[in-house]
Nanobody, 113 residues
């Protein structure tokens, strides 16, 4: 099970931290963050593998967004998306997803100019 939180409204240049609380046996899966704008396709943003290797899928977030993974115990972990220097084009609903194809509920991020 994946539970996303941390979205909100922020001015351009600001920061937000999204958190994905993963429960169950997710430690062997990669977990990533996706985003979707109205009428658009859901796109991958960053992901982190079970070994801690990170991959960035969107060039525009390089140097601004980072992903981290924190294992709490054998059945709980958190995958956070730190978003800095936010821009209006980052406005979207953000989702976390794991390799078992589970999706967390979306969390809205709105960046005002």
């Amino acid at each position: 099970q994946l539970q996303a939180s941390g979205g909100g409204l922020v001015q351009a240049g600001g920061s937000l931290r999204l958190s994905c609380a993963a429960s169950g046996f997710t430690s062997s899966y990669g977990i990533g963050w996706f985003r979707q704008v109205p009428g658009g396709l859901r796109e991958g943003v960053l992901c982190v593998s079970s070994a801690g290797v990170t991959t960035t899928y969107v060039d525009s977030v390089k140097g601004r967004f980072t992903i981290s993974r924190d294992k709490k115990d054998n059945t709980k972990e958190s995958v956070d998306l730190q978003m800095n220097s936010l821009q209006p084009e980052d406005t979207a609903v953000y989702y976390c997803h794991d390799d078992a194809n589970y999706w967390g509920q979306g969390t809205q991020v709105t960046v005002s100019s």
